[in-house]
């Protein structure tokens, strides 16, 4: 029986608070700020890869020792600490408030537990041995990096612009799922990977056509160049 229910957590605006100012503590602030959060980070001493964060405004420092109170506000919180007294005093903090804990590779005092992750724009593989082996999760998930290439994004934001004229012409649910099951075994990936993203559209546009959706293939390469800037511009601000 698992020991763990995995969600995904909507962290936009939050506030996150790391504890450390270690090259761990920065990789865990970075993946936070990557996903909206507002990141404090909480440490005598920095690296210079947190530094550069700050520089960036990308995270705040606070250059203190941790004290209790220091979590105030906080949605989530993750401690990269070896100190198993200062790991409960943390723990004693959010469980009394009610906040989400990860300490790094000490999952008795975590509420939840961080899984290797695989990220491919919209798609997000994570990997988990219930902290019974970090290092073989990070294995397992980069063997899965050659069966989900980079070109999985373009694919997934393809489908989901598909998806949305499919269901503005009102196509039913079971025939999306069939669509779908057509585009999966398609070409459609295999020409992103190659880099011809023009094939790969105009693939889509005759895969909506047999499904009633009469689009020419120069309209939708239009309307996914539009939505590709609107996600760069989205990544950026």
């Not at 600490?81 to 590779?105: P, S």
């Amino acid at each position: 029986m698992p020991n763990y229910y995995p969600v995904m957590l909507d962290i936009r605006d939050r506030l996150a608070i790391v504890v450390g100012g270690d090259q761990v503590a920065a990789e865990k602030a970075a993946a936070l700020s990557a996903s909206g959060a507002r990141v404090r980070v909480i440490s005598p001493d920095f690296c210079n890869e947190l530094l550069q964060q700050a520089e960036n405004r990308r995270v705040t420092l606070q250059r203190k020792a941790y004290e209790p109170g220091d979590l105030a506000g906080a949605f989530v919180v993750i401690a990269a600490i070896n100190d198993l007294r200062l790991a409960e005093a943390i723990q004693a903090e959010t469980q009394e408030h009610g906040q989400l804990l990860n300490i790094v590779d000490i999952p008795r005092y975590c509420s939840f537990i961080m899984p290797s992750v695989l990220r491919r724009e919209q798609l997000t593989i994570a990997v988990s041995t219930e902290g019974a082996s970090p290092g073989l999760a990070k294995r397992i998930r980069q063997s899965l990096e050659e069966i989900f290439p980079p070109a999985y994004g373009t694919y997934l934001r393809l489908a989901s612009l598909a998806r949305t004229h499919l269901r503005d012409k009102g196509v039913s649910y079971s025939k999306r799922d069939d669509f779908f099951g057509d585009f999966y075994t398609s070409d459609i990936l295999g020409n992103l990977i190659e880099g011809n993203t023009t094939e790969a559209i105009a693939l889509v546009a005759a895969l909506l056509k047999d499904y009633g959706i009469d689009l020419p293939a120069g309209t939708l390469e239009t309307e996914f160049s539009k939505e590709k800037k609107d996600v760069s511009s989205n990544a950026q601000t």
